[in-house]
């Protein structure tokens, strides 16, 4: 015979300050773990959802990242008219040579300073990633000190707004343009002119080149081609591997959160066992009326483990509203393979949520069981 949920919920009704303590310790648990592991999903999701599967990026090969790599103008000849490469509809090949460099910018209302990317592209550099779009003012113009700077930095960094002037190298750049790019890696720079920036940093190489095969079948061949090739000692891989090996910035965050997880779950079980055995000491007469009106050992504990559970699941989902706020919230930290600035989103999926009410069921189950095989061997 099982012992009805109304008596349990009737028991914590009676004990609200130790109910609700326990409920607010088991929110505050869950709420942190979500938002720890929000902030490493929102880096993961940045740099995995940049670029695209036909896009191939060409560094020198041991690079890790742009910053440290150097493509010869020679080079970018040959890589330029290597058989498979798309076509726009213009008929002009999608290949963009690009230079990045990193500058220091004050923070909006702080007194910190951060390095953020400056990417000098080719004309088809936009076309080559669609995910970025101007919503603000308009595309710089090639051979000016023009700039386009992302949302996320305009609202985060001084001197970023339209008409503007930002000092690269020997002169001042003007901001014409404010661009999205959807929650991607692109999010984290400000684009330019690739010849006039080359020209202001006196660079005679470039940084790298991106390059849209036509087909599946092309993409292997140009990257075979290109790595087979000793003369200028490249590499070639898929852009949107490049972004996927930078998601390794997110496992640091990812340890961290657990490791919360862990420390303030050990306090949250001992805040549910507090409470349910405390619930055991008040409750001894009611536990042996129990036993006198038939209900077996096992009920008494299953009842009491309901009742740990029930708090734990009603603090979870607490912790699950007290954080959802911060979904999509913008944020930043450092891109320790470019040493710069990297913006992103809070990112709290379902699975998330999902698991932080699994952790707070986990806390409840563990806070209850000692209690609960307590309550049971009270009367015997």
């Not at 929102?42 to 599967?53: E, F, R």
């Not at 920036?197 to 092309?218: K, V």
């Not at 657990?258 to 001894?284: D, E, K, L, P, Q």
Request: glycine residues 8%; positive net charge; hydrophobic residues 45%.
């Amino acid at each position: 015979m099982i012992i009805p949920l109304k008596y349990n919920y009737r028991s914590m009704l009676v004990r609200r300050v130790s109910t609700l303590m326990t409920i607010i310790s088991i929110a505050l648990v869950v709420a942190i773990f979500i938002g720890v592991m929000a902030l490493a999903n929102g880096i993961q999701a940045a740099l995995v959802t940049s670029g695209d599967p036909l896009n191939i990026l060409v560094l020198r090969r041991g690079s890790n990242s742009e910053m440290s790599s150097s493509v010869s103008p020679e080079a970018m000849q040959i890589i330029k008219y290597l058989p498979g490469i798309k076509n726009d509809p213009n008929g002009t090949l999608l290949v963009s040579a690009e230079i990045v460099v990193v500058i220091n910018l004050p923070r909006r209302g702080e007194e910190q300073r951060s390095n953020i990317i400056i990417r000098g592209i080719s004309p088809q550099g936009l076309t080559l990633r669609p995910q970025v779009h101007l919503v603000e003012g308009r595309m710089y113009q090639p051979g000016l000190n023009e700039a386009i700077v992302s949302h996320a930095i305009l609202r985060r960094f001084e001197n970023t707004k339209i008409g503007d002037q930002l000092r690269l190298g020997k002169a001042d750049w003007k901001v014409v343009g404010i661009f999205d790019a959807g929650n991607t890696a692109f999010d984290s720079e400000i684009w330019v002119d690739a010849n006039q920036l080359a020209d202001d940093y006196n660079r005679q190489s470039f940084s790298s080149a991106l390059l849209r095969a036509s087909d599946e079948a092309a993409v292997s061949s140009i990257i075979q081609t290109i790595e087979n090739d000793q003369r200028y000692n490249l590499l070639a891989e898929r852009e949107t591997e490049y972004y996927r090996e930078q998601t390794r910035a997110a496992d640091p965050i990812r340890v961290l959160g657990m490791f919360i997880a862990v420390v303030m779950g050990i306090g949250g079980c001992f805040a549910a066992m507090n409470t349910m055995y405390s619930a055991v000491a008040y409750r001894g007469q009611e536990i042996a009326t129990l036993r006198v009106l038939g209900f077996k050992r096992r009920s008494i504990l299953f009842s009491f483990l309901i009742e740990s559970l029930l708090l734990a699941l009603v603090g979870g989902i607490i912790g699950c509203l007290l954080v959802w706020p911060i979904n999509g919230f913008m944020t930043g930290t450092t891109n320790w393979r470019t040493f710069s600035e990297m913006a992103f989103a809070f990112n709290i999926t379902p699975r998330l949520l999902l698991e932080g009410i699994i952790l707070a069921g986990v806390i409840g189950l563990f806070g209850g069981l000692m209690p609960a095989r307590q309550a049971m061997r009270q009367v015997t």
